[in-house]
Each structure stands twice: as C-alpha cells, then as structure tokens.
C-alpha cells in the first residue's frame, strides 16, 4: 500500500450511511483520497428523511440519544438543533395513560409515576438501584458483565415484577430492539438503559438524515457517487454496473448486513436482521400535548408504540397539522391496507374517533432495521473489521445494533486500515 499522508493513498467505500460516511470522515481527516459509492440517491442508508406535504417523515421511527459516546464525539449538536423528547413515558393500560416518568429527571411526575399502578413499590427501588448502577459504571465495565437475554435478566438477575416487564420493560425495549421476547443481550440493555438516563432521546429539526448530511459535509465535493450499486468485489477492485471497475488501494464494504455478505461471501460472520414497520398519520390535532412516546402496555394489537413527532419538533409538521408516527414491531404478514385498517381500530381505543379523520401519509416496512444483539456474544460487542488484505468491513453489524455502534464500527474500520498501513510501511 502507497503512503495514506498524501492523497496519493485511495479508499473505496461502499455505502453512504452513518458507518460508511464515518469511515469516510476518518480517513479523509488522514490525508487519504476517499470515494463513497451509493447506490440510492442521497446520504443516510437507513437514516433518511422524505418531505411529503410539509411533513418530515423518517424512514422508521428513530431518534438520537445525546449521550452516545461517538455521536457526542463526531457530530455537531448545536448545528443539528436537536429537540429533546420529555424523559420516561406514557404507557397505555386499560383505558388510560399511565405516565412513567423518571423522576430524576421529571420531578413533578413523581407522584403519578409512583401511583400508576404498573408494578409494585418494591419495583420503584430496584429502578432507582438499576439507574444508580448504570450511571455509575464505566460503559467497558458494563460490558464486560455477564451476559444473558434481557428478558432473563430483569425477571430473575434484577428480580422485577413480571407486570412491571411486560407493561413497561417490554413495550420500551421491544421498540429499541425490535423484539418483543427481549433475547437481546443484558450488556446492551444496560448500556442503553444508561444512555436514556443520562442523555435525551432527541429528534433534528430537520429530521434525522441531518445526522448523515452533516456527517457528509466533512468531506470533499464529490467524494460520494449516488447512483452506484456495486455488483461485486475483486481484491480491491469494486466492479459497478455494465462491467465499470475501479481498483483502489483498500476496499471499505459499509453496507447493511445482507448486503456485505452478498459482496463478502458467507464467510462474514453475521446475525439475523430485526425488521420494523412504521406508519404516518397526518391529523388536525394532536392526539396528546406531551412530547413524549406512547407505549402499549397491554400488549394486545399491532401498535408497540406511538408519539407525535410535532410535538417533539414542530418543523416535522406544517403549521396548523400534527405528525403521528406508530410503530409496529417486525414485518406484518397482512398486506398493509389491513395493517393501518388494524392500526386505526387500535388507536381509536386510545384516542377516540378523531382517529377515522387522520390521513395516513406514508408506510414504511424495513426488513433490515437493525442487527440482531443477541446475549452470549464473547465481547459482546465488536465483531472483527478485517475481512481480507485490503479489504474491511462496518456496519451496525459489526459493533452494536445503534447509531452509537454504526458510527463507532466506521471509525474502528478506519483505524484498522491506518494501522495495517503503518505496519506495512515501517
């Protein structure tokens, strides 16, 4: 490999999401020569925001935690103007909504978190005790603890009540997961859950592909090429379509999962995908004034969760209008005409029959929202960047099933090849 303090030295990356653009970033920072290849039209792979009538609408109900280590590190929040989500949640039990607000954080919620009825008293101090760990230990401390599913975890090792888990613990968590069984494993429930404690769950003003378009912004006009699937990858010759090739010092696969082991081959270690699906709703008026999410703690019907992202930041809807955003947890067996009939019929249990007059705006199912986080992994995090001489390897898929992860597999990949450089040329 030539020397990367010039721009003599070329990378190849496939893919413009939040890995691929943070590899990117690195080595462009390095003095190397980068150029992204995309294959839709535009920065963001999963993290994308499509304009329709004047709403904002992510692709999947996200948002940024503030606390992540790597986001805190990269990514300008000023700039992103972010607007926070109101901490702990409404939860949906009965016929009403429960708040469970975290009282460190939202004192005057104390009182009705402490009389709502999901859980018992003894629950409310093995939260405060679960908080006071998470924050108090360092993020390698956490994983570096034994391992188990979640679901285990909380019902046996924290010993919470099985209301508590199935109303509370599971809604939340099978949003963040996408898995209503909580089989993920117990390391990335705790550094999560210390995420949410010490961070917001925020949303950009300009909705989340800001994340990626700043990411982009770093680097040097024209160094990402949209319109570009890859084919396949000869050494470190990318071959695009009608037999273009493009032969470059090192090769950087950035793409979701099943994408990487299609160009990789099945020796790329992998796990199974989590999918989602995701529906707006266009209203009048919002349903509720809190900006907060809505979890269904009993249980029954496809909605896992629901907010008004309008309420969160009002530039997700035109003045006058709300943005209502639920979420389905998995891929839906039923066509999607049936699933927002279903969806509808849920929500006017919750919210009455101002529901029959929302406009659904969009539906988005994402077969490949997330990687699989399963208990058990022997680091529980990162899985190897080094997938062959001159060829690397990030994703979400590699390191943790978040933005966090996505962005810090980027940088790992980056590191990984300077480092491979450096050895090769001493």
């Given at each position: 490999?030539?020397?990367?303090?010039?721009?003599?030295?070329?990378?190849?990356?496939?893919?413009?999401?939040?890995?691929?653009?943070?590899?990117?970033?690195?080595?462009?920072?390095?003095?190397?020569?980068?150029?992204?290849?995309?294959?839709?039209?535009?920065?963001?792979?999963?993290?994308?925001?499509?304009?329709?009538?004047?709403?904002?609408?992510?692709?999947?109900?996200?948002?940024?935690?503030?606390?992540?280590?790597?986001?805190?590190?990269?990514?300008?929040?000023?700039?992103?103007?972010?607007?926070?989500?109101?901490?702990?949640?409404?939860?949906?039990?009965?016929?009403?909504?429960?708040?469970?607000?975290?009282?460190?954080?939202?004192?005057?919620?104390?009182?009705?978190?402490?009389?709502?009825?999901?859980?018992?008293?003894?629950?409310?101090?093995?939260?405060?005790?679960?908080?006071?760990?998470?924050?108090?230990?360092?993020?390698?401390?956490?994983?570096?603890?034994?391992?188990?599913?979640?679901?285990?975890?909380?019902?046996?090792?924290?010993?919470?009540?099985?209301?508590?888990?199935?109303?509370?613990?599971?809604?939340?968590?099978?949003?963040?997961?996408?898995?209503?069984?909580?089989?993920?494993?117990?390391?990335?429930?705790?550094?999560?859950?210390?995420?949410?404690?010490?961070?917001?769950?925020?949303?950009?003003?300009?909705?989340?592909?800001?994340?990626?378009?700043?990411?982009?912004?770093?680097?040097?006009?024209?160094?990402?090429?949209?319109?570009?699937?890859?084919?396949?990858?000869?050494?470190?010759?990318?071959?695009?379509?009608?037999?273009?090739?493009e032969t470059f010092d090192a090769v950087v696969v950035a793409t979701e999962a099943p994408a990487a082991r299609r160009l990789l081959g099945e020796t790329l270690d992998v796990t199974a995908s989590r999918s989602t699906t995701c529906l707006y709703f266009a209203a009048e008026k919002a349903p509720l004034d809190d900006p907060m999410l809505v979890l269904n703690g009993d249980g029954d019907g496809p909605v896992n969760n629901c907010c008004v992202p309008s309420n969160v930041a009002a530039s997700y809807a035109p003045a006058g209008a709300a943005l209502v955003s639920v979420s389905v947890v998995g891929t839906p067996p039923a066509p999607v005409a049936q699933l927002e009939d279903a969806v509808r019929s849920q929500l006017r249990g919750w919210f009455g029959q101002a529901v029959n007059d929302?406009?659904?705006?969009?539906?988005?199912?994402?077969?490949?929202?997330?990687?699989?986080?399963?208990?058990?992994?022997?680091?529980?995090?990162?899985?190897?960047?080094?997938?062959?001489?001159?060829?690397?390897?990030?994703?979400?898929?590699?390191?943790?099933?978040?933005?966090?992860?996505?962005?810090?597999?980027?940088?790992?990949?980056?590191?990984?090849?300077?480092?491979?450089?450096?050895?090769?040329?001493?």
């Open positions: 490999m030539p020397d990367s303090s010039n721009s003599s030295f070329r990378v190849g990356i496939l893919g413009a999401g939040l890995s691929g653009l943070s590899c990117a970033r690195h080595l462009h920072s390095a003095g190397a020569a980068v150029r992204v290849f995309e294959a839709s039209d535009d920065v963001g792979g999963r993290v994308r925001t499509d304009l329709v009538d004047g709403f904002r609408l992510d692709r999947g109900f996200q948002v940024l935690q503030t606390a992540y280590p790597e986001a805190r590190r990269v990514l300008d929040y000023d700039a992103l103007r972010l607007k926070p989500f109101a901490p702990g949640a409404l939860v949906r039990t009965g016929d009403a909504l429960q708040p469970m607000a975290d009282p460190w954080r939202a004192p005057s919620k104390v009182l009705g978190t402490l009389c709502n009825g999901i859980g018992t008293l003894r629950d409310r101090w093995k939260l405060a005790g679960l908080r006071r760990h998470v924050t108090a230990t360092q993020a390698a401390d956490l994983w570096a603890a034994d391992d188990e599913p979640t679901d285990t975890h909380l019902r046996k090792t924290l010993g919470f009540s099985d209301d508590l888990v199935d109303r509370f613990f599971r809604p939340w968590f099978a949003g963040v997961f996408l898995e209503p069984g909580l089989e993920t494993s117990s390391r990335f429930f705790e550094f999560t859950f210390s995420m949410f404690a010490t961070g917001d769950a925020s949303l950009p003003e300009e909705g989340m592909q800001a994340i990626p378009r700043q990411l982009a912004s770093g680097l040097p006009d024209g160094a990402v090429e949209f319109g570009s699937p890859v084919e396949g990858i000869d050494g470190s010759t990318i071959v695009l379509p009608n037999g273009r090739r929302w406009r659904c705006l969009a539906t988005y199912t994402i077969p490949h929202a997330l990687p699989a986080q399963p208990a058990g992994r022997p680091d529980g995090r990162s899985r190897e960047v080094r997938f062959a001489p001159g060829v690397y390897v990030c994703g979400d898929h590699r390191h943790t099933a978040s933005i966090n992860g996505a962005m810090l597999s980027g940088r790992d990949a980056a590191t990984a090849l300077l480092d491979d450089l450096a050895t090769e040329t001493d």
